[in-house]
């Protein structure tokens, strides 16, 4: 109802239908779920969804969650009921993708993202630059850094009817017929269905990889940020075809 979770979605597997394929998602066959669990910056029913989708994961073929949503600051709780569901998830083989927050200060990433089982996700720009929004974790802090930077910058998708969050993109620069259609948004909320979509390609590839794995691979296949720290931009900008 506010447009978000529709761009979030189009980034992930979008068939770009409306824009003649310009604006697919990264992974456009993937089969996708849709979970209300709130609205803006009120999550309410997130325990109930990852239930769901713990209780319904073999026959849906549920394999990745994408949690653009958070909040600031903290530190690991293991005791969380998020930590704890993401956690279930986890040792079921399921992946969950969290953004690591907008607010772009230090030690002050959202700490659902910063879980050792999760994957956090910083936002960059198209340049590789760390955006200055995205938020940094610790130095030093074992736990308080993202795992990986992909796109959040100017990220075109899908603009749902309700127009909502995407009521200020402007005129579309490829094609101004778009612009009904397709919006821009920044933030690691965009950045973390890229990370889900790309996951989605390598499950697709080999779907006996493990959460683990999945994530090491992703790891050793980014290109390197060096003028930015692991606390800030985590191992580096994601790389889905290296993957």
Same mark, same amino acid.
């Given at each position: 109802?506010?447009?978000?979770?529709?761009?979030?979605?189009?980034?992930?597997?979008?068939?770009?239908?409306?824009?003649?394929?310009?604006?697919?998602?990264?992974?456009?066959?993937?089969?996708?779920?849709?979970?209300?669990?709130?609205?803006?910056?009120?999550?309410?029913?997130?325990?109930?969804?990852?239930?769901?989708?713990?209780?319904?994961?073999?026959?849906?073929?549920?394999?990745?969650?994408?949690?653009?949503?958070?909040?600031?600051?903290?530190?690991?709780?293991?005791?969380?009921?998020?930590?704890?569901?993401?956690?279930?998830?986890?040792?079921?083989?399921?992946?969950?993708?969290?953004?690591?927050?907008?607010?772009?200060?230090?030690?002050?990433?959202?700490?659902?993202?910063?879980? $050792?089982? &999760?994957? +956090?996700?910083? =936002?960059?720009?198209? %340049?590789? !630059?760390?955006?200055?929004?995205?938020?940094?974790?610790? *130095?030093?802090?074992?736990?308080?850094?993202?795992?990986?930077?992909?796109?959040?910058?100017?990220?075109?998708?899908?603009?749902?009817?309700?127009?909502?969050?995407?009521?200020?993109?402007?005129?579309?620069?490829?094609?101004?017929?778009?612009?009904?259609?397709?919006?821009?948004?920044?933030?690691?909320?965009?950045?973390? $269905?890229? &990370?889900? +979509?790309?996951? =989605?390609?390598?499950? %697709?590839? !080999?779907?006996?990889?493990?959460?683990?794995?999945?994530? *090491?691979?992703?790891?050793?296949?980014?290109?390197?940020?060096?003028?930015?720290?692991?606390?800030?931009?985590?191992?580096?900008?994601?790389?889905?075809?290296?993957?």
């Amino acid at each position: 109802s506010s447009g978000h979770g529709t761009h979030v979605a189009g980034t992930i597997g979008g068939l770009g239908t409306l824009s003649d394929g310009h604006y697919r998602g990264v992974a456009p066959d993937v089969g996708l779920i849709g979970l209300g669990s709130g609205e803006a910056i009120s999550i309410l029913t997130a325990v109930q969804s990852y239930n769901w989708v713990i209780a319904n994961h073999e026959e849906y073929g549920i394999r990745v969650v994408s949690n653009s949503w958070g909040t600031s600051g903290g530190e690991l709780d293991i005791n969380n009921p998020i930590n704890i569901a993401s956690y279930e998830a986890y040792k079921l083989g399921i992946i969950s993708v969290f953004a690591a927050g907008n607010d772009g200060g230090y030690d002050i990433m959202n700490p659902y993202s910063i879980a $050792p089982w &999760v994957i +956090g996700v910083a =936002a960059g720009d198209k %340049s590789m !630059n760390l955006a200055g929004f995205s938020s940094r974790g610790k *130095d030093g802090d074992f736990y308080k850094h993202p795992d990986i930077t992909a796109p959040g910058v100017d990220i075109y998708a899908a603009r749902c009817s309700c127009v909502g969050v995407t009521a200020t993109s402007l005129v579309n620069p490829v094609n101004p017929e778009w612009t009904a259609t397709y919006a821009s948004l920044d933030g690691t909320s965009m950045a973390t $269905p890229h &990370v889900s +979509g790309a996951i =989605a390609l390598l499950l %697709s590839e !080999n779907p006996q990889l493990s959460p683990d794995q999945v994530l *090491d691979i992703l790891i050793e296949t980014t290109t390197p940020m060096p003028d930015y720290a692991l606390f800030e931009a985590g191992h580096g900008y994601l790389d889905a075809l290296g993957a």
